[in-house]
């Protein structure tokens, strides 16, 4: 089959597992495409074969400036709904251009089409919104969508819990993980992995309060700051390497010699962390409400701690207590 995939561009998880999920489809013979946007799209970039074309996706320039996600939301809902319209009339020009067989959205709300099959991979299909109109649109808009791919296992011991049940869908499919990393040598062995990423501003709050403790610790430390643009002015921390941005070998080689990670409790990086068998300190994005179930999730299921006010984080307190999880 040819399927063209289209990951979403608030951070870079969607694009990670979508890259995951690409490899696992040319394994078995189909051909893909990509469409993207955004600090994703750069990812993609850096990631797939050099001249491989990304078509182009309006972005939904997502930013967090509040620890409210209702005051987020609200602020920001004219524009994703634009989007949304935008990126329905790109994807029908996609599929007259490109003829594909099948279109995957990693949760882009418009990337459907009525004359290919289209697929909605996503681990939520129930978000946690504490707002009944919220979820009844969420699930409205669904409904174009012919089929749901969840990357997670089926049984109640999954990684995604109740975000991903299948109560009140048809046709949902539990495909399995899609971590897009794996183990590799060539990294000498260290304590901390810090992995940063998500929408803006948060992902900068979340670094400017952890270089001051990274600085102060006696850890050897390796820093990805999740900003792959080229462009990223360089950052320089004594005792620390630090790095822009991590590729999947890169990225792989350093999960494998860290003795822990800490990083927000994206889904992506959830079903990284767990394929290595990483245990974790886990800092939600402040009003994410998913990120806080899958941190407090993952506290009970035994491998990971979360601090779940990123403001009150003690990275030596923290450390102490990821320690004794081994």
Same mark, same amino acid.
């Given at each position: 089959?040819?399927?063209?995939?289209?990951?979403?561009?608030?951070?870079?998880?969607?694009?990670?597992?979508?890259?995951? &999920?690409?490899?696992?489809?040319?394994?078995?013979?189909?051909?893909?495409?990509?469409?993207?946007?955004?600090?994703?799209?750069?990812?993609?970039?850096?990631? $797939?074969?050099?001249?491989?074309?990304?078509?182009?996706?309006?972005?939904?320039?997502?930013?967090?400036?509040? @620890?409210?996600?209702?005051?987020?939301?609200?602020?920001?809902?004219?524009?994703?709904?634009?989007?949304?319209?935008?990126?329905? /009339?790109?994807?029908?020009? %996609?599929?007259?251009?490109?003829?594909?067989?099948? #279109?995957?959205?990693?949760?882009? *709300?418009?990337?459907?089409?009525?004359?290919?099959?289209?697929?909605?991979?996503?681990?939520? $299909?129930? !978000?946690?919104?504490? *707002?009944?109109?919220?979820?009844?649109?969420?699930?409205?808009?669904?409904? =174009? *969508?012919?089929?749901?791919?969840?990357?997670?296992?089926?049984?109640?011991?999954?990684?995604?819990?109740? %975000?991903?049940?299948?109560?009140? +869908?048809?046709?949902?499919?539990?495909?399995? !993980? %899609?971590?897009?990393?794996?183990?590799?040598?060539?990294?000498?062995?260290?304590?901390? $992995?810090?992995?940063?990423?998500? !929408?803006?501003?948060? /992902?900068?709050?979340?670094?400017?309060?952890?270089?001051?403790?990274?600085?102060?610790?006696?850890?050897?430390?390796?820093?990805?700051?999740?900003?792959?643009?080229?462009? @990223?002015?360089?950052?320089?921390?004594?005792?620390?390497?630090? &790095?822009? +941005?991590?590729?999947?070998?890169? &990225?792989?080689?350093?999960? @494998?010699?860290?003795? +822990?990670?800490?990083?927000?409790?994206?889904?992506?990086? %959830?079903?990284?962390?767990?394929?290595?068998?990483?245990?974790?300190?886990? #800092?939600?994005?402040?009003?994410?409400?998913?990120?806080?179930?899958?941190?407090?999730?993952?506290?009970?299921?035994?491998?990971?701690?979360?601090?779940?006010?990123?403001?009150?984080?003690?990275? =030596?307190?923290?450390?102490?207590?990821?320690?004794?999880?081994?």
């Amino acid at each position: 089959m040819h399927t063209l995939i289209a990951p979403l561009d608030w951070g870079l998880g969607h694009a990670a597992r979508s890259l995951a &999920l690409a490899r696992q489809l040319q394994a078995r013979g189909d051909r893909v495409s990509w469409a993207c946007s955004g600090p994703a799209a750069e990812m993609l970039r850096r990631e $797939l074969p050099e001249g491989t074309r990304i078509h182009r996706l309006p972005s939904y320039r997502v930013h967090y400036r509040s @620890t409210s996600m209702v005051w987020n939301v609200s602020r920001q809902l004219w524009h994703w709904q634009a989007t949304i319209r935008a990126e329905r /009339r790109a994807t029908a020009r %996609l599929v007259t251009e490109l003829g594909p067989d099948r #279109i995957v959205s990693d949760s882009r *709300f418009g990337c459907y089409d009525p004359r290919v099959e289209s697929v909605f991979l996503s681990h939520q $299909l129930h !978000p946690i919104t504490h *707002f009944a109109p919220a979820s009844a649109a969420y699930a409205w808009q669904l409904r =174009h *969508f012919d089929a749901y791919w969840v990357p997670d296992h089926p049984g109640h011991d999954r990684l995604s819990g109740k %975000l991903s049940s299948a109560r009140g +869908f048809d046709r949902v499919k539990y495909i399995g !993980p %899609l971590p897009h990393t794996a183990p590799a040598a060539g990294e000498q062995p260290y304590d901390l $992995l810090a992995l940063l990423s998500g !929408p803006e501003p948060m /992902r900068t709050r979340l670094e400017d309060i952890l270089l001051p403790q990274l600085g102060a610790t006696q850890l050897s430390v390796r820093l990805v700051r999740g900003l792959p643009a080229p462009d @990223t002015p360089e950052l320089r921390l004594d005792h620390t390497e630090v &790095l822009p +941005f991590a590729d999947t070998p890169t &990225l792989s080689r350093l999960l @494998t010699a860290a003795e +822990f990670v800490i990083a927000r409790p994206g889904y992506s990086t %959830l079903m990284d962390l767990r394929a290595m068998g990483k245990p974790a300190i886990l #800092i939600p994005t402040p009003g994410q409400t998913e990120q806080a179930y899958l941190a407090q999730r993952a506290q009970l299921q035994g491998w990971a701690v979360a601090v779940m006010d990123q403001s009150k984080l003690d990275l =030596h307190a923290a450390v102490a207590r990821v320690r004794t999880l081994r």
